[in-house]
């Protein structure tokens, strides 16, 4: 059985359509409001690690929280991209969902959730 960590916001309709995808497919998943309680640090860490290629996915690009901050994501060093990160739900790309403390899925992507649950 698969551990599975769904940060997400309420009031997303990505998030919402990601859970229903989970509800609909019977996949037990525990929630967290990245809003009130951002992805610990290590999980954020991962992330880094994952999409190093490519660090600006882990942000969400087209919210107003980093619209409002004039910053280049490239330049700045990872421990102030985890810090802004950590204290800062809205700065992520979501929903933000962990699978056995080991992999991580951004966005919602049905043939990706497909691949990664079936």
Do not use: H
Not at 2 to 9: C, P, Q, T, V
Not at 60 to 68: D, E, P, W
Not at 106 to 114: K, M, Q, R, T, V
């Amino acid at each position: 059985m698969k551990k599975i960590i769904f940060y997400s916001y309420p009031k997303c309709s990505t998030c919402r359509k990601a859970s229903k995808w989970l509800d609909q497919n019977n996949i037990k998943y525990q929630f967290i409001d990245i809003v009130d309680k951002p992805p610990l640090k290590k999980f954020l860490e991962l992330a880094l690690i994952q999409f190093s290629s490519d660090i600006k996915k882990i942000f969400n690009t087209r919210g107003k929280s980093f619209k409002s901050k004039n910053f280049d994501v490239l330049g700045l060093p990872k421990n102030k991209i985890i810090e802004l990160l950590s204290t800062d739900g809205k700065l992520i790309k979501r929903p933000f969902l962990i699978i056995n403390e080991n992999k991580l899925i951004l966005g919602f992507n049905e043939s990706e959730y497909a691949a990664n649950f079936k």
